[in-house]
């Protein structure tokens, strides 16, 4: 992709450009983007993997929001393009100073290690402590300067120094009470020392989390509360989604930023995840640790308080319905796993959702309940646990307790109420769930409400912020992404990948599709690990094998393996950061992992750390219970034919695949072979397999570079394409 030499250089948002010249589409896409924020619209924007979507986005989002008085909020679900929006902001800020905050979640940056309740109720304690000694000071001044008076013959003066002294009288009475409270003694420094060293020291760099930890573990200071205070109208704040796809935690972190939402510019980055990452922010859960631990807290307040009865029979009931449930529910029935000794330390689904009555789990706690009534049961239960949740922050706050108690009984009523009101609306998808103690070996279960559609969580967040970019590589089709999130008439754009197109080959393999009628014959599979062992032998460096499941990643790990290459297996529960940077360091290996792993996106591989990357397969998700909602409740919602099916399978399992394929080309200079193996991408697919093709699914302009070729005649493509870019060392290309 050539620079652009020509063009409005002058035009403002450049400011914010810290590289010589804009990419020709990095100039256009800013021109588009800029102009859509003046008519505060949302903008879809796809490019190509390494084609800088972010500093295309910021510039002008930087240059709209400095303009309007408006906070640019930028964010990401992948932590190595946290890293990356770091390092783009220390370059803007090298040419253009800013105002920058990188900001992260409470639980990573205390310095004592208490969870949220806690900190609130210390750092409320301390305040009050703080507050007092102010105006024991201010109180204390005021008796002096009344003294000097009365001593020069002012009669009211003294009159007016014994009310104070009777006030200062009360404060130290109400210290000495405060003082007994716990307190945070970092916070207390924060509180009762000047910040303008911190606030000068913050800006003047794009400092992270753990720089403003270090900074205030050295100096006795809470990094966290003093971050906050310095938030207020900076010009860019960097976090993760949590913190806008949470309508509290949005809330919340907006008044931080002391913005309303009209004030704030919106940039998601991977926008492609916002789908998914809002359904899980949405779903509520209850496990039956907690139930078990909410009936504990009731027997102690059944003498005390006739609530506790109420609120006992309504837990108990929804307790033992769950437990009923999960236990008829596990075996060969579902999805869920095939026997109690089975169930693992991760949590397994066990279906309970009906098409034609309530779902199993509501349907055994309606059998299980007897009382008054259910509601009046949970509105009661409700009340004791608010009442038990203000005692227990009480006790904390004063210094009864260690500890800042969460009220269980609340946490379980008002989830067993979310889920017997909401769990037949639209959209929302009510489970069970087991899984296996690794302490006591024990299995418990949990329910859940799994919220199916996203626009239910985005749009309002969408509705209420001034204007939003989402960018990504893998954004299209765009009507889709626009109808799924709630966008209303959004600006849309998409780039192709612009760097010469000689430097690199797509290839379309037509091997036998990988079915999972036939994935385990061992003519299909002898013909995929030929495929690989050839791309491996007749590949300039190393490879990069994507595969639908980690357990076909380790098949072929082992097919092939006799290649000469260092394999590397990436396997759940190990480091894939550690395997990544043993991989990159090695020129010649291949590494094969999931296409639903890690490092399918948002990782670079860039110019010899991988050379060749294949997608073995149509990577299509599981297709489990849960799964067969969303497409259920996409199809009700969504007026179009085949709506569930596309837009919750077809379209991401794309994406997936086109993510994975951007991992390798990421400069003009690079250069590399891209290969889908599987007859389902091949371009006559869409005539000799017709429903089962995706081909049609690849934007226009991918589908015109994918070559189709035979098993038997890859390596010579291969061969070729990296004797065409003068790959091969002194030793000479290997003989096919």
């Given amino acids: 992709m050539a ?83 770091v390092r783009d902001a220390r370059d803007i800020h090298a040419e253009e100073p800013l105002r920058a905050v990188v900001f992260r979640g409470k639980g990573s940056m205390c310095h004592i290690d208490v969870d949220y309740q806690e900190c609130q109720v210390l750092r409320d304690n301390t305040y009050e402590v703080a507050e007092a000694e102010r105006e024991k000071r201010e109180l204390e001044r005021q008796q002096e300067e009344l003294l000097d008076a009365a001593r020069d013959g002012d009669d009211a003066a003294a009159e007016a120094r014994s009310a104070v002294m009777d006030e200062l009288e009360a404060v130290d009475d109400e210290l000495d009470d405060l003082r007994e409270q716990n307190v945070c003694e970092r916070y207390y420094e924060n509180l009762t020392t000047e910040s303008d060293d911190f606030v000068g020291w913050l800006y003047d760099d794009v400092r992270t989390p753990d720089d403003v930890y270090e900074y205030a573990e050295e100096n006795g200071l809470c990094g966290y509360e003093l971050l906050k205070d310095a938030m207020e109208g900076v010009d ?45 922010h949405a779903s509520k859960a209850l496990t039956e640790n907690t139930l078990d631990e909410a009936l504990n807290e009731l027997a102690g307040e059944t003498e005390t308080d006739a609530r506790a009865e109420y609120a006992e029979n309504v837990l108990r009931a929804f307790r033992d319905a769950l437990v009923e449930t999960y236990e008829a529910g596990i075996g060969p029935r579902g999805d869920g796993p095939a026997s109690m000794e089975r169930v693992g330390e991760a949590w397994a689904d066990v279906p309970v959702a009906n098409d034609a009555k ?18 009046k049961d949970l509105d009661a239960a409700i009340s004791l646990g608010e009442d038990l949740e203000e005692a227990y922050e009480d006790a904390y706050r004063n210094g009864d307790a260690s500890t800042r108690e969460e009220c269980q009984t609340l946490q379980a009523a008002e989830f067993v109420d979310a889920y017997l009101t909401d769990g037949d609306e639209l959209g929302q998808y009510p489970t069970a769930a087991v899984r296996r103690d690794a302490g006591t070996d024990e299995v418990y279960g949990r329910a859940e409400l799994y919220t199916c559609i996203p626009r239910d969580v985005t749009a309002e967040l969408f509705d209420a912020v001034d204007a939003s970019v989402l960018m990504s590589a893998t954004l299209r089709p765009f009507d889709v992404t626009g109808e799924l999130l709630g966008l209303e008439d959004p600006v849309t754009m998409a780039y192709g990948l612009e760097f010469p197109e000689e430097r690199r080959r797509t290839f379309a393999v037509d091997t036998e599709p990988l079915f999972s009628s036939n994935r385990e014959e061992s003519a299909t599979q002898e013909e995929v690990a030929g495929v690989l062992a050839d791309a491996v032998r007749f590949t300039a460096g190393s490879c990069l094998f994507f595969f639908p499941s980690y357990g076909e990643a380790e098949r072929y790990h082992g097919l092939l393996d006799g290649v000469d290459a260092t394999r590397y297996l990436d396997e759940p529960g190990t480091s894939a950061e550690e395997l990544r940077q043993a991989f990159v360091a090695d020129e010649n290996g291949v590494l094969f992992t999931s296409l639903w792993g890690t490092l399918a996106e948002g ?15 149509v990577p299509y998700p599981r297709l489990d219970a849960r799964a067969e909602a969303v497409q259920d409740a996409y199809d009700e919602a969504f007026d179009r034919e085949d709506a569930g099916w596309r837009y919750a399978v077809e379209i991401p399992t794309v994406r997936k695949t086109r993510q994975a394929l951007g991992r390798v080309i990421r400069s003009p200079d690079d250069y590399g072979v891209r290969m889908l193996v599987d007859r389902r991408y091949t371009a006559d697919s869409r005539t000799s397999m017709r429903k089962y093709s995706v081909n049609p699914s690849f934007p226009a302009e991918e589908r015109a570079e994918l070559v189709d070729v035979e098993p038997s005649k890859l390596k010579f493509a291969t061969l070729n394409f990296y004797g065409d870019v003068d790959a091969w060392g002194p030793e000479g290309p290997p003989r096919p």
Wanted: hydrophobic share 40%; proline share 4%.
């Fill in 358 to 375: 309530r779902d199993d789990l509501t349907l055994a706690f309606l059998a299980a309940y007897e009382g008054r009534g259910i509601s």
């Fill in 236 to 280: 860019l704040a960097v976090c993760n989604y949590h913190h806008l796809l949470d309508p509290g935690i949005r809330a919340q972190f907006f008044r931080w930023l002391d913005r309303d939402p009209e004030d704030v510019v919106v940039v998601f980055d991977e926008a492609h995840n916002v789908e998914d990452a809002a359904r899980d």
């Fill in 603 to 617: 990782v670079s591989f860039e110019g010899e750390d991988a050379r060749t990357v294949a997608v073995v397969g």
């Fill in 3 to 85: 620079a652009s030499d020509g063009g409005a250089d002058d035009a403002d948002y450049l400011r914010f450009f810290p590289k010589p010249s804009p990419y020709e589409n990095q100039r256009e896409a800013m021109d588009r983007i800029r102009e859509a924020l003046d008519e505060e619209r949302d903008v879809l924007f796809e490019g190509a993997c390494g084609t800088g979507k972010t500093l295309a986005s910021l510039a002008p989002a930087l240059d709209y929001a400095r303009a309007e008085d408006k906070t640019v909020v930028i964010t990401t679900n992948v932590h190595q393009q946290m890293r990356q929006f």
